[in-house]
C-alpha cells in the first residue's frame, strides 16, 4: 500500500509538489497581482523576500520567496548569546579540536527519551564535518523532548536546512509559512532561515535529523529508470499560508512577548520581540518548508541477479560540486520484494569511500540481526569512510542458506542512511558522554564470521598462474 496508515490522522491540508513555485494566501486578496514589492502591499501587510540562494543563482538553481506579513521579521531588538534553560544546554560544538575522527565501526544502542527538553534543547550533535561559516558539511543529529516548545517561542538556524527523520511520537510544527504534521515513518525539510516551533501533540518524541551546511536537497536523477520512481514530485507537501494576530503589547516582557532563538555557527542566540514571528498572510516561492510520507516511495530493485547499490533507495540528495558524489544523501531500506537468483540478497560487505550513518525507524533490519544490543529502533551506527561493514555473522548465514523464492523483506520495517562523501567526525557527546555506544559492536557481529575456504585447488599454487 503506497501510503502509510498512520495512528495519528492526519490534520492540516497542504499544497503538493517538489521544487515547484507555489502561492498561498490565508485571506482572500493578500497577495498581490503582478508585481512583488508594490508601494503599499494588500491589506496594509510588510512584502519580505526569503532568499535561499544567491541572487545570481542560476535559474534552475534559485530558491526563494516572497513573504506578505504584518510586521517585518527584522523587527526585534539585538540578539544576545542563550543561556542554558533548566540546567539543559543542546550539545552542537563542531569545531574539527572538538571532534573525533576514528576508524571505527561505531554502533549506539537507542538514544534516551528526555522529560524535560524542548526540540531546541533536545537536539544533540552525534558527528559531523565542515564548517557552517564556510557554508560547507553537515550536522548529523538526534533529537529527543518531553515537552512542546513555548508558544511565544520560535527557533531558526541560519547554518543550514535541516532534515528531520520522527522515529517515536508526533511533531507539530508550525512555521512561517503555515504548518507541517510530521509523524514516524514521515520526514520533513525546514530550510535554512525559516523559523518555526514544535510542539508534541503525543507526547516526549525522539528522532533523528541532519543539517546540510551547503546547498538544498534534490530529488536524484533517474536516468534509465524513466520519468516516475523513487520519490515522486507530486507527493511532497508543502504548508498553506497560516497567521496569528498577536501583536497587541509593546513590553518585551510582556503577554505578548516572543522569544526567537536563532542557532549560528552552531551557537544558539536569542531575543525577544512584542508580537508573534507567525504573522504571514500570503507567501510564494520555491523556497518553503515540506514534508513526505516514506511510504509513498516507489522502491526499485533487481528481478535478475545481484543486490544493486544501494544508491537505488535514494530519497533525497544534496550534490556536492562533482557529479555524481553527495554531501548527502537520504537513503531508505523500506519493505521490499527480493527475487534474484542465485543471489546472496541482503547488502554484501563493503568498504565505502563515503560516510554511512544509519538509524532504524522501526522494526528490523534484514542485514543485522545477531549481537549484543543489536540494530534497533532509536539507536545508529556509523561506518566512516573505508571502515569495513556488512551483515553479522547470523544474518550471512542465514542469507547463505537460505531457499532462494520470492521474499518480502522488511515488513513492518524502515531502515535509513544518511551517506556522505566527507568523512565524519564524532563529538565527545556521541562517543562518551550519552553512554550508548555498543563497546563490542565488532566482536558481536563479526567474531563469529565462519571461513567457508574450500583449500587450494589441485592444479593451483595461489601465485596467479598453473604448477
Given amino acids: 500500500m503506497p501510503v502509510t496508515n498512520f495512528d495519528f490522522k492526519e490534520k492540516y491540508r497542504y499544497q503538493n509538489g517538489f521544487d515547484s513555485y507555489l502561492e498561498s494566501e490565508a485571506v482572500s486578496g493578500a497577495l498581490p497581482i503582478g508585481h ?41 531588538p539585538p540578539f544576545v548569546q542563550a543561556t542554558p534553560r533548566n540546567g539543559q544546554e543542546p550539545v552542537l560544538e563542531q569545531s574539527p579540536a572538538r571532534l573525533h575522527y576514528i576508524p571505527n565501526q561505531l554502533r549506539w544502542d537507542p538514544f534516551d527519551h528526555e522529560s524535560d527538553t524542548d526540540f531546541v534543547s533536545g537536539l544533540r550533535l552525534v558527528a559531523g564535518a565542515g564548517d557552517p561559516t564556510l557554508k560547507q558539511g553537515l550536522g548529523m543529529y ?26 517515536d511520537g508526533v511533531l507539530d510544527i508550525r512555521t512561517e509559512f503555515g504548518w507541517l504534521l510530521v509523524r514516524p515513518l514521515e520526514i520533513a525539510v525546514i530550510p535554512r532561515g525559516v523559523r518555526y516551533q ?11 535529523a541532519l543539517e546540510l551546511y551547503q546547498g538544498h536537497f534534490q530529488l536524484p536523477e533517474l536516468g534509465p529508470i524513466g ?10 507537501q508543502a504548508p498553506v499560508a497560516c497567521f496569528s494576530e498577536d501583536h497587541g503589547s509593546i513590553a518585551l516582557d510582556g ?16 531575543t525577544k520581540q512584542p508580537h508573534t514571528p507567525f504573522d504571514v498572510v500570503a507567501w510564494h516561492g520555491n523556497y518553503y518548508p515540506y514534508k513526505y510520507d516514506l511510504g509513498r516511495f516507489n522502491t526499485i530493485g ?40 542465485d543471489t546472496f540478497r541482503p547488502p554484501w560487505y563493503h568498504r565505502n569511500t563515503m560516510s554511512e550513518f544509519m538509524g532504524l525507524i522501526t522494526g528490523a533490519y534484514d542485514a543485522k540481526k545477531g549481537g549484543k544490543g543489536g540494530f534497533v529502533p532509536g ?44 568523512m565524519v567526525g564524532v563529538t565527545d557527546w556521541g562517543l562518551e558522554t550519552c553512554h550508548k555506544v555498543q563497546e563490542d559492536y565488532n566482536e558481536h557481529s563479526w567474531g563469529g564470521v565462519k571461513v567457508h575456504w574450500k583449500g587450494m585447488p589441485k592444479g593451483e599454487n595461489g601465485q596467479g598462474h598453473l604448477l
Fill in 36 to 76: 512583488n514589492s508594490p508601494q503599499k502591499p494588500p491589506l496594509g501587510l510588510y512584502a519580505e523576500k526569503l532568499s535561499g540562494t544567491a541572487f545570481t543563482a542560476p535559474r534552475h538553481e534559485n530558491k526563494q520567496s516572497w513573504l506578505y506579513r504584518i510586521l517585518p521579521s527584522c523587527s526585534h
Fill in 142 to 167: 538526534i533529537y529527543a523532548a518531553g515537552k512542546s516548545m513555548s508558544a511565544q517561542s520560535a527557533f531558526y538556524s541560519a547554518d543550514g536546512d535541516l532534515l528531520i527523520v520522527a522515529q
Fill in 198 to 208: 514544535v510542539l508534541l501533540p503525543s507526547g516526549p518524541v525522539r528522532g533523528y
Fill in 227 to 236: 520519468s516516475n520512481g523513487l520519490a515522486n514530485v507530486r507527493d511532497f
Fill in 255 to 270: 503577554p505578548n512577548s516572543y522569544t526567537i532563538t536563532a542557532k549560528f555557527n552552531n551557537t544558539l542566540f536569542e
Fill in 302 to 341: 533487481s528481478i535478475s541477479f545481484d543486490h544493486p547499490d544501494p544508491s537505488i533507495f535514494t530519497v533525497l540528495s544534496a550534490p556536492s560540486d562533482h557529479a555524481g558524489t553527495a554531501i548527502a544523501d537520504f537513503v531508505i531500506f523500506p519493505p521490499r520484494w527480493l527475487v534474484g537468483e
Fill in 379 to 422: 539507536g545508529a551506527s556509523l561506518h566512516n569512510v573505508m571502515s569495513g561493514h556488512g551483515p553479522d555473522a547470523a544474518s550471512y548465514e542465514g542469507a547463505r542458506n537460505a531457499e532462494l523464492k520470492p521474499q518480502k523483506v522488511g515488513d513492518g520495517s524502515c531502515a535509513f542512511m544518511f551517506e556522505s562523501c566527507l
